[in-house]
């Protein structure tokens, strides 16, 4: 059996003395793994850097076999950012996430356009939005969609600053009254649009990072990602 997609290196791991075991988010096929031949190689090493956008020939016996790949770098995103710590930090976090949150051979098509429109912000001032924005996709395609819309108490769309931790429904200023300490605070830019400050990305990273470990995260028994906590920590007022 054989298939070729566009992919993007979420992972790399050792493999006897030469090769590494590669995951991948394919654009048809989801998170996949196989093996790559060479992949500790000079060669072959730069091409398996998580981020890199690649085309990927995949082949083996039976469809549930691990299988080998065959990789053709399209970009090297990780070779772009690689001198700046930020940029770094959020491109090993979103392919963390995706490692993680996104269950194997399962075609997630958002998630991978989400991704790779990361990947080509990243070297625009722009990016950290952008990150968040990501965050809040992956979260939407696996079935755990915020709804920032309106106000889930009222449905007014005006002065919306809230995020109800139950519900992941949006509430406005007026609405929240008491109960806004035990509310998410939601940063302007997820309702307008454009860019935030340091502390609208620290807010919008919050409000993903809640969800992302109540939804996804919990239902691995797993831990965030070191490199998302070092994202976080660039934003910390």
């Not at 920032?148 to 139950?166: H, I």
Request: net charge neutral; hydrophobic share 45%; glycine share 10%.
């Amino acid at each position: 059996m054989e298939w070729d997609d566009e992919a993007i290196v979420l992972a790399a791991r050792r493999h006897g003395e030469h090769g590494g075991i590669v995951s991948l988010l394919t654009r048809s096929h989801g998170r996949h793994a196989g093996l790559v031949h060479g992949a500790q190689s000079k060669a072959h090493r730069a091409a398996v850097q998580p981020g890199n956008q690649v085309r990927a020939c995949w082949s083996g016996r039976l469809a549930e076999q691990l299988g080998t790949f065959r990789l053709e770098v399209l970009c090297a995103h990780a070779g772009q950012v690689l001198d700046d710590p930020a940029r770094l930090a959020a491109l090993s976090s979103a392919c963390a996430l995706a490692e993680l949150a996104l269950p194997e051979r399962q075609p997630h098509p958002g998630a991978h356009a989400a991704l790779s429109a990361l990947l080509g912000a990243l070297t625009a001032e722009s990016w950290p939005s952008v990150y968040v924005h990501w965050e809040l996709a992956l979260l939407r395609d696996l079935g755990f969609g915020l709804d920032l819309t309106a106000c889930a108490a009222t449905g007014s769309t005006e002065d919306l600053g809230f995020v109800s931790p139950k519900t992941g429904r949006a509430v406005s200023r007026a609405a929240a009254g008491p109960w806004k300490d035990k509310l998410l605070a939601l940063p302007r830019f997820l309702v307008e649009g454009g860019e935030g400050e340091a502390a609208d990305i620290h807010a919008g990273l919050t409000l993903s990072g809640f969800f992302l470990e109540r939804h996804v995260l919990a239902a691995h028994h797993a831990a965030m990602p070191a490199a998302r906590i070092r994202l976080v920590d660039r934003f910390r007022a």
